[in-house]
């Protein structure tokens, strides 16, 4: 009996020696899996980035070995998500104000907004009609929708339908063709709507247009007629991923920009 109550006694006491090495091991093997997680770069952009950010992102995955997760959507959409909590590393905005937004909020890092791309708005019908329309100051454009519809993204809130809605005013014809709007939550449904037939005009940018042949362009709205269009990005506030930050400096390189040049955006100096 005494021997055996030594025999435990001394496993005790290995068992304490040996714990903190135990812990240790713990320890490492949580750091290991916290790190691979932490890999991942968890993207919020603009629905008329879709194609050539997707491109962008498999350059720079090929290169580094991470993987980059990326949500299309409005970009007012995108901001009040992350306002509300969702993980993102990275911002990239339509326009300009709903990145200042997010500065206010201080949701987005000041220090890393880029301006990276620049846009430009057109008018588009569907490929096979004959519509010619010059885009002047009192143009009759409600009348050339007639009956149909223009397809543009939400006027308040959508940059691609705020560009619309202030070139509209500008051109002195908001009144008459505002009734004709079919509102769109981004600017690829309503690059869609134009595709399928289901409207006779839309307003989305000329990147968007290009992207799909069932579509052509009318007409390019003149470029005093709305704010420049810019695309910031900007890392989120409450990321802490290193990795965000290493994408979004592939993005000002030649080789992370390619991809936006094919697709018709202006490069902007970073």
Same mark, same amino acid.
């Given at each position: 009996?005494?021997?055996?109550?030594?025999?435990?006694?001394?496993?005790?006491?290995?068992?304490?020696?040996?714990?903190?090495?135990?812990?240790?091991?713990? *320890? #490492?093997?949580? !750091?290991?899996? %916290? /790190?691979? $997680?932490?890999?991942? =770069?968890?993207?919020? @952009? &603009?629905? +008329?980035?879709?194609?050539?950010?997707? *491109? #962008?992102?498999? !350059?720079?995955? %090929? /290169?580094? $070995?991470?993987?980059? =997760?990326?949500?299309? @959507? &409005?970009? +007012?959409?995108?901001?009040?998500?992350?306002?509300?909590?969702?993980?993102?590393?990275?911002?990239?905005?339509?326009?300009?104000?709903?990145?200042?937004?997010?500065?206010d909020k201080k949701l987005i890092k000041e220090d890393s907004v880029v301006k990276l791309l620049g846009n430009a708005l057109v008018l588009i019908a569907p490929a096979d009609a004959k519509a010619?329309?010059?885009?002047?100051?009192?143009?009759?454009?409600?009348?050339?929708?007639?009956?149909?519809?223009?397809?543009?993204?939400?006027?308040?809130?959508?940059?691609?339908?705020?560009?619309?809605?202030?070139?509209?005013?500008?051109?002195?014809?908001?009144?008459?063709?505002?009734?004709?709007?079919?509102?769109?939550?981004?600017?690829?449904?309503?690059?869609?709507?134009?595709?399928?037939?289901?409207?006779?005009?839309?307003?989305?940018?000329?990147?968007?247009?290009?992207?799909?042949?069932?579509?052509?362009?009318?007409?390019?709205?003149?470029?005093?007629?709305?704010?420049?269009?810019?695309?910031?990005?900007?890392?989120?506030?409450?990321?802490?991923?290193?990795?965000?930050?290493?994408?979004?400096?592939?993005?000002?390189?030649?080789?992370?920009?390619?991809?936006?040049?094919?697709?018709?955006?202006?490069?902007?100096?970073?």
């Amino acid at each position: 009996m005494l021997r055996f109550a030594r025999r435990a006694f001394l496993a005790f006491t290995l068992g304490l020696a040996f714990a903190p090495g135990l812990a240790q091991a713990e *320890d #490492a093997s949580a !750091a290991k899996a %916290a /790190q691979a $997680g932490a890999g991942d =770069v968890t993207v919020f @952009a &603009a629905a +008329s980035l879709k194609g050539s950010l997707d *491109d #962008a992102a498999k !350059a720079w995955s %090929a /290169q580094s $070995g991470k993987k980059v =997760v990326i949500s299309y @959507a &409005a970009s +007012s959409a995108l901001m009040k998500q992350i306002e509300q909590g969702a993980p993102a590393d990275l911002f990239a905005s339509a326009d300009l104000d709903w990145m200042k937004y997010g500065l206010d909020k201080k949701l987005i890092k000041e220090d890393s907004v880029v301006k990276l791309l620049g846009n430009a708005l057109v008018l588009i019908a569907p490929a096979d009609a004959k519509a010619g329309i010059e885009l002047k100051p009192g143009v009759d454009l409600a009348g050339a929708i007639g009956e149909g519809k223009i397809a543009v993204g939400e006027v308040k809130t959508v940059p691609a339908g705020k560009y619309a809605r202030a070139a509209f005013e500008k051109l002195g014809i908001l009144k008459a063709v505002e009734p004709k709007f079919a509102q769109t939550d981004n600017v690829r449904a309503a690059l869609a709507l134009v595709s399928r037939g289901e409207a006779k005009f839309g307003v989305v940018y000329a990147t968007d247009a290009a992207a799909d042949p069932k579509v052509k362009v009318v007409a390019t709205f003149p470029e005093d007629s709305h704010e420049p269009i810019v695309y910031p990005f900007g890392l989120t506030a409450s990321s802490s991923n290193a990795n965000g930050a290493a994408f979004l400096t592939f993005l000002k390189t030649p080789e992370g920009q390619q991809p936006f040049a094919k697709a018709g955006f202006t490069l902007l100096k970073p």
